[in-house]
């Protein structure tokens, strides 16, 4: 069965001392869909520049349709500073205003969207008042949404994160954002139960909290799972974040056992990490194989920490406080 998602909001250049990267959460999901044998779509906005007519041509050469990318002629390109410094913890400067800060409304996509298995948005889409009422007019007509939590201050506010967050359905964040949302009501407890308090709090079917290389947790109405992931050597982590969600979401589509998901999505995000920019390719088939083959890790190194986690396998805990 093939599923429609769509992906809203920012596609930009990430400018990295080695050059320009194609970048932006939404776009690099896509382009992660379609490495799992999917088709989605993407609606945002380029300039009519230069760098906007190099982007369109990178998502085609990725098989990702650019039919819903609008063109614009007052603002350029979105482009982001990146600073890999610290690989395991890249921080960015997102260069405001810019074309997809102006996604205009459209009631092609509003019937694509209600047509469509999922929609996925993030915070930064909120940033400026006219993507902000677009994405508000198209939230209403989607299935099921998801919210891709992407805290890069000064680009959101706690009141605007709740507002997001109360619409969708599935919250993706990590360890580090989770902690600050958590930290907007005062309330304490171990990750589990700060994840708990979260999907109670915004009505959530699911929470999803990545904590780079320790892993990853889900939380739904089943109940906790988490994954100690595979540790790999880091080349940068810009990516990885859109990987895993890419790969659960084909998972949560397709009605695979929660464990396994996470497992996958796992894997596929530490492979990711390995590689330079967001959306180096791999076969999600065989990505337990490419881990082990990574030219930047000894062979029998990741081969013991890919079999040592097949050997200890998945936590579920349904009911269960974290012992972590």
Known sequence: ?????????????????????????PMNVAIHLTYNGYQPVVVSRVGNDDLGKELLQ?????????????????????VVKAN??????????????????????????????????????????????????????????AKLKVFDVN??????????????LHLADIAKMNHQEL???????????????????????FGLKVVLVTRGECGAAILDDEGYTEDAGCKVEVEDTIGSGDAFLATFLKGYLEGTPVSDILKRACLVGAYVATQKGA??????????????????????????????????????????????
């Open 151 to 164: 805290l890069r201050p000064p680009h959101y506010t706690p009141e605007k994160i709740k507002q997001l």
């Open 279 to 324: 959306t180096g390719e791999y076969d999600p088939e065989t990505i337990e194989e490419q881990i082990r083959r990574s030219p930047e890790r000894g062979q029998d190194e990741v081969k013991e920490n890919v079999l040592e986690e097949q050997a200890v396998g998945l936590n579920y805990l349904p009911k269960q406080k974290n012992q972590l």
């Open 58 to 78: 990178f998502l085609e050469s990725k098989q990702v349709s650019t039919q819903w990318i609008q063109q614009g002629e007052t603002h350029l390109t979105g």
């Open 179 to 201: 902690e600050e949302i958590i930290g907007w009501f005062g309330f304490e407890g171990n990750e589990q139960e700060q994840m708990q308090f979260v999907k109670q709090e």
């Open 84 to 141: 890999i410094s610290n690989k395991n913890e890249v921080t960015y400067k997102i260069v405001m205003p810019v074309a997809w800060d102006y996604i205009q409304y459209d009631e092609q996509v509003a019937r694509l969207v209600g047509q469509s298995d999922a929609f996925i948005y993030g915070s930064l889409a909120a940033r400026s008042p006219e993507t902000e009422n677009t994405l508000l007019q198209y939230l209403p007509q």
């Open 1 to 25: 069965m093939t599923h429609t998602i769509v992906c809203f909001g920012e596609t930009l250049w990430d400018m990295l001392p080695s050059g320009k990267q194609p970048g932006g959460a």
